[in-house]
């Protein structure tokens, strides 16, 4: 048991104007010598519970005490590392650590040490001359934290310092807070990835400004221990199964694990397929509950597996060409090369992933299949129209929802649907079925008159996709789709897609999730603007278990770290 | 493993008492050194103080002439006498017209509709008429309405021309009453020596607003939208030294452009400098108070950098220009516009800077609007501490 740093009572936050309390009493203890989580989907309310810890903003109502005082009493003891890492972008990297040594009070004395050791620590010593903007998303992640550690506090606080950065840098993060925690800091560490949170000591998940859950993360998988099983060897289509399982009232959760479908139900998992009508060359196996199984469960279940969406949609008849393709696609920005030779080829009615951290080129890639970004060298066709002659055919036969919400926020939910029904040139009478479907389709009856930048993040997730749809396209682009909903709305989401790949939709998604690779057919696992790997989600695995042998059921992140290191010492070697 | 761990960061001290909640000097020279590199290192900076100062004088030293050049005009000769037939020709020889000759006022009508020309002169039937007798006889001109300044010019233009012509052949009668036109003449004719010099002094305090209040409220507005503030605000920081910190990089830059401005207007364009360079050094210090008392309270109420910038143009830059008493003259404004006047601190600046360049030092009148600036910017610093809360909400 270590040393209480900070400590929070029935804590409500109502911000003016705002419908919903974002902070419904909430209470939370942090200690030292192990990670706190903060776990819960965008708007969950981790920001402003951490910015309350921070002194940044005041509760409307509850008692807070942080190292022992009021919040701000002891701001030299305490780090806070913001989400976008709080650095000076035009400063270099160790300009910035000045500063926060200066802003901070440590003795000049000390300086020479503590920046030695502190870039030592993260690895930075080599870039310390690097202006802050030019650092990558995982050094800028590190800097902000070794400037947060400037003067060694006894609470760091830090806000997603994961979202976004790839899973090397992720575990190499983790490493090293958990250094931190065994030297007696108290850390309180906000995420949205729920694999983070398992690895937590005490775990506070929120929901809508709910406390949901405290305590040991294995508390709440206990609750649906012997529920979860993993079906695989089934013959047939794995997306028409997995609808199938959903649609039955004994299974509350299911997803998409390469070939094989694990299932949470709502009651002891069944031991034989023979209780789920399936045929007899299936195997059914139960396999431990994560997190993620816990807090599905708490949140009543996901939704049922068939898509009203896709019934309502047309039959797209693909044919056997292709219905997207990459034939070398380069680019280049100035002497940097964003996208390097990119080379794939998808069929009709398939989901194609490409995956990768931040930066690394999946955007650049999209946005030229798109037509948003012409290309240095190569070429590319979707739906059979090639984007150099035919970019306005191409364009108007995909449907494109983008990574940050891009319907107009001033606008209501009907004037945004209203407009892309214009926008992509439908008739009147088509217009106003489409709308009435969309309204029916996505449960937006409620919140027509609402403007769309006022809503919810899942609710703007679903207009997003109400819009991409509206005409019907036969391909899908869907750039980092359900960042930051939470699971309920991402099952939700991936329901529709299922759906709309079983009617022959073609979809290219670009995500760092690992768990949404899991739905792809086919995935390129794109690093540092090259595609280094190539395969479904069972053969990446399966070349990631020839490269460490070690790796016990390897998940698509495990994978991904494996290729990515492979890669990295092939680049080493040849260097 | 463990071994790093211990050498990774140095143990946690406990709080000491005494360095808490205090202004302190050392994390505000920290601010403002951070400060002075961003500025350093952003090339706009460099357009903001240097190039744009340059331009605003070029512009105002050079394009907006008063002068007219050559103007089109539409004449219309109704008249067959000797004496419009000789009036129609010192139009076309003037140097001041481009003329287009009709016989009616339909065939150019449209042209004066379409802003072809910005005159109709008209020589009447009958003009001879009264030429044997001495008398001058009236002729019509008609402007177009919809652009004011050149219809002014056009108009005086061709009058004067017209009074000229009648001297010219000794027609006495009706000159004596047009007299006051020939002196409205000159007026227009030889403004440009004091227009230019006031529009070169005020483009000095055009300068000193944009990089007082403009530029102070958008380097704010990008700390809150890039998420520094955020961070700052976790550090012991206070407030004040952050508001500081700001002041001081771009007190210095507006001083750096203002010296610029001054060296320009004297050795380019020949504005007398007849006061002292100490009389303007303090003129201007005042004056960025409240410019930067204004940018600073900007970026306390928005933190958005567009909205910064449309703030600071409005309360900012557009007063300074319209009603700072530089471009159009306060007194020729109507009085409720006039009262408008007493709140904008530039008001205060352009008549101390006028007369340092063009009068010398007259510190009876600096002195009350120094006061006057000092005061603005006290409150409108009282007003930023006010309103600043250190909040993210």
């Known amino acids: 048991m270590g040393e209480t740093v900070a400590s929070a009572r029935d804590l409500v936050m109502r911000f003016d104007g705002a419908e919903d309390d974002a902070l419904k009493g909430v209470a939370l203890t942090v200690e030292t010598g192990q990670i706190t989580g903060l776990v819960g989907p965008d708007g969950a309310g981790k920001t402003t519970l951490i910015r309350i810890l921070a002194n940044l903003l005041s509760p409307t109502e509850g008692s807070v005490e942080v190292l022992g005082g009021e919040p701000g009493t002891n701001r030299f003891d305490l780090g806070y590392m913001p989400q976008r890492f709080g650095l000076y972008e035009d400063l270099s990297v160790i300009e910035n650590l000045t500063l926060y040594a200066r802003m901070r009070g440590l003795p000049k004395s000390e300086w020479d040490a503590v920046f030695a050791r502190l870039l030592d620590f993260t690895d930075l010593a080599r870039f310390k001359s690097r202006l802050g903007g030019k650092l990558s998303g995982g050094m800028k992640q590190k800097l902000g934290l070794a400037c947060a550690l400037v003067r060694t506090p006894r609470l760091l606080l830090l806000d997603e310092p994961s979202v976004g950065v790839d899973p090397v840098s992720r575990r190499e993060l983790w490493g090293m807070i958990e250094q931190l925690v065994d030297e007696g800091i108290g850390v309180l560490w906000s995420t949205a990835y729920l694999d983070e949170a398992e690895q937590c000591e005490v775990v506070y998940l929120l929901n809508h400004g709910e406390l949901l859950f405290s305590g040991n993360p294995s508390e709440l998988t206990d609750e649906v221990t012997g529920r979860v099983a993993v079906v695989t060897g089934f013959e047939g289509r794995r997306r028409r199964l997995l609808t199938r399982m959903l649609d039955r009232d004994d299974v509350i959760d299911g997803t998409l694990q390469g070939r094989s479908i694990r299932l949470l139900f709502d009651r002891p998992a069944p031991s034989e397929p023979i209780v789920l009508d399936l045929d007899a060359d299936s195997q059914m196996q139960s396999v431990p509950p994560r997190f993620e199984d816990g807090f599905i469960n708490r949140l009543g279940g996901g939704p049922d597996g068939t898509s009203e969406l896709a019934r309502r949609y047309r039959t797209i008849l693909g044919g056997d060409g292709c ?4 034939k070398g696609l380069t680019k280049r920005f100035g002497d940097f090369t964003a996208a390097d030779n990119m080379d794939f080829v998808i069929p009709f009615g398939k989901i194609y992933g490409l995956l990768g951290p931040n930066g690394a080129g999946k955007s650049t890639t999209f946005k030229m299949l798109c037509g948003l970004l012409t290309p240095t060298e190569g070429s590319g066709a979707v739906a059979g129209h090639d984007l150099r002659t035919a970019g306005p055919e191409a364009r108007r036969s995909l449907g494109y929802m983008a990574q940050k919400f891009s319907l107009y926020g001033d606008l209501s939910v009907r004037q945004n649907l209203n407009f892309f029904a214009g926008a992509y040139g439908l008739s009147r009478g088509e217009a106003r079925d489409a709308i009435d479907s969309a309204i029916e389709v996505f449960g937006l009856g409620d919140s027509l008159s609402r403007s769309a930048g006022e809503m919810p993040l899942g609710y703007k997730q679903r207009l997003s996709l109400a819009c991409a749809v509206m005409h019907q396209p036969p391909v899908l682009f869907l750039d980092e789709p359900t960042s930051g909903v939470d699971p309920v709305a991402r099952r939700e989401f991936w329901t529709h897609i299922n759906g709309l790949v079983e009617k022959g939709v073609t979809v290219l998604v670009t995500t760092h999730f690992m768990e949404e690779a899991e739905y792809c057919d086919d995935i390129s696992l794109i690093y540092r603007s090259q595609l280094i790997a190539q395969g479904t989600p069972d053969e990446l695995k399966r070349r990631a278990q020839e490269l460490s042998p070690g790796l016990q059921a390897p998940t698509m992140e495990d994978a991904f770290i494996a290729l990515v290191e492979d890669r990295d010492a092939a680049v080493e070697k040849a260097a | 493993m463990k071994a790093q761990a211990e050498a990774s960061v140095p143990p946690p001290k406990t709080n000491r008492a005494g360095d808490r909640e205090k202004f302190d000097v050392r994390r505000l020279s920290a601010m403002s050194r951070k400060e002075i590199l961003q500025v350093s290192r952003d090339p706009s900076t ?29 004449l219309v000769v109704q008249d067959d006498s000797e004496a419009a037939q000789s009036l129609a020709a010192s139009y076309h020889n003037s140097d001041w017209f481009e003329v287009e000759q009709a016989r009616s006022v339909d065939e150019i009508e449209v042209d004066l509709v379409s802003g072809n020309i910005f005159a109709m002169v008209v020589i009447p039937q009958g003009f001879g008429e009264g030429v044997p007798r001495g008398e001058a006889p009236p002729i019509q001109i008609v402007t177009d309405g919809s652009q004011p300044n050149n219809a002014t010019f056009a108009a005086g233009y061709a009058e004067g021309l017209r009074a000229n012509w009648a001297a010219g052949r000794g027609l006495e009668a009706g000159q004596a009453e047009r007299g006051g036109i020939r002196t409205e003449e000159r007026y227009w004719f030889n403004p440009e020596l004091k227009s230019r010099y006031s529009l070169v002094i005020g483009s000095i305090a055009i300068v000193m607003v944009i990089i007082g209040t403009l530029q102070t409220s958008l380097v704010i507005a990008r700390e809150w939208e890039r998420g520094t503030m955020e961070a700052m605000m976790a550090t012991p920081m206070r407030m004040s030294e952050f508001l500081v910190s700001k002041v001081v990089p771009y007190f210095i830059l507006s001083l750096v452009s203002i010296a610029l401005c001054t060296v320009l207007a004297v050795t380019v364009f020949g504005v007398p400098f007849r006061g002292s360079v100490m009389a303007l050094f303090v003129i201007s210090c005042a004056f960025l108070l409240p410019a930067l008392g204004l940018g600073l309270l900007i970026s306390a109420v928005t933190k958005n950098q567009f909205v910064a910038s449309q703030a600071g143009l ?23 516009i ?9 008001r205060y600046l352009v008549p101390s800077l006028q007369t340092v360049f063009m009068a010398g030092d007259v510190w009876a009148l600096f002195l009350p609007n120094i006061a006057a600036l000092v005061g603005f910017g006290a409150l409108l610093l009282f007003l930023t501490f006010r309103v600043n809360r250190r909040s993210l909400a």
């Open chain 1, 323 to 326: 219905a997207i393709e990459a």
């Open chain 2, 46 to 74: 460099y357009i903001i103080a240097l190039v744009l100062p340059l331009i605003l004088l070029l512009l105002f030293g050079y394009g907006l002439n008063l002068d007219m050049g050559t103007t089109r005009i539409g």
């Open chain 2, 314 to 336: 409005l309360s900012g830059f557009l007063p300074t220009l319209l009603l700072s008493g530089f471009l159009y003259e306060i007194s020729s404004m109507p009085w409720p």
């Open chain 2, 338 to 346: 006039q009262a408008i006047t007493y709140i904008i601190p530039a």
